[in-house]
């Protein structure tokens, strides 16, 4: 059997302390020979008795004095078997690294259901598979155990920003933006108490939280948090953070109507990015500074389609499901806007295929592409009956800004498919969406007018 999974339950049951005391007897240490030139002999008396837990890198020098790890004495794992767990765990990372999602989350989940030593990186692991996945609530589930961890001081992996900043966006991606925002901003309260205002993880906290409040349309916020955490980022910022600041301000210009901006942060944001070793995001930034220039009417639409097809081809290398979908949704919107329906369609139906267990917004971009392609390809029911099921999906998914556009396109298509009625229900949809909805007063007026009507009906 493992050494990872044969541990017993009296070891398991000891304390430090214990580990501590029996360590240094067996090897005719006393407390004085063992606190030497470290802490005083009281100070071993408390941690052996319970009381008092050393600090880690008193922990270290102890570890090396009673010739064992600082992991044996926390958790009462041996060294050979704390090797084993960091060697599954480098395992399951590196079958992520691969894109071999499945696999790493069986790897991630044998570890975090049997080891000690790895515990909470293994939990970390199955958090960002999940994300893979696709499965956000799992993801979340994870980081928010880890945060409960981290808070109480037995989460050392990964840093408390990290999490924040990952709790944050996961709330975002499940659309629920307000918790997103109530997050981020208690989030950047706490990193500023802490003094860690200009870090690097602070800068890409706060960068999230600019993505967030543009979702929800709050954009003179957006814009304001975007220039502070730019001018914060070139001063202190590696390539990753200043691409992370550079793409949210890109992202909040764009929301006000500054696209020529939008344009060139987004190209700084890809320039960084591309700096280091994350493919994976900078094909995520192309496949969006692609839609930026589609939904622009730029004239010139061959720079989408580069885009379009450096981030496909990378994705298909080293992203999961959810980015080529909606990299394949934009190549749907772009095949439609040059003429070509047919291959519109084609990346419609795969987008939609690698979204089949979801009901977000991105599945009714998608849909919507197709419904586009349909009509395009003279099947005008087979488009109404798709439109109408985004309609019906928006009306469901609550009243978020980033349903505006969506709402737009499927009242467009309405009016040509020859039903003015359920435009006018999507226009309506779009104004509600973006704050203006049907005014008390005119609802008001409705019925008194109504009853008017009644009783000048009414016989004398």
Known sequence: MSSVTSLTGDAMSRTLGDR???????????????????????????????KRLPERDILRAFADRLGTTPEYLETGVDAATAREEQLALKYADLALANGEVQEALERYGRLAATGVVCRHGAEWGLARALEAQGD??????????????HRAGRADTPGLLVLLNLQCRLYREMGDINHSITIGEQAVEEVRRLGLKGTEDEIRLASSLVASYWERGDWARANQLAHEVVERAEAHGSPRSRGSAYWNASIAASAVGGVALALELADRAIAMFSEGEDERMTARLRTDVAMMLLNHGSADL????????????????VGVQTDLAYCETELARYHLATGKPEL??????????RLADWDTTEVAKAR????????????????LELCREVVRSLHEHGRYRQHMAVCREAAELLVRLGEPDEAIDAYRLLADVGGARVPPWLTAMRTAMSQVAESRSEPA
Do not use: C, F
């Open 136 to 149: 956000l609530p799992g993801a979340i589930g994870r980081i928010e155990w880890l945060l409960e961890e």
């Open 302 to 317: 061959s720079p989408a389609e580069n885009l379009l097809a450096k981030a496909h081809a990378t994705l298909t290398e």
């Open 20 to 50: 501590v005391r029996d360590l240094r007897t067996k090897r005719g240490l006393s407390q004085g020979s063992l606190a030497r030139d470290l802490v005083s002999p009281s100070y071993v008396s408390l941690i052996e008795a319970g």
């Open 368 to 383: 919507l592409m197709r419904a586009y392609a349909l009509k395009a390809l003279g099947s005008p029911e087979q488009s």
């Open 344 to 353: 519109a369609l084609r990346y419609a139906d795969r987008a939609l295929g």
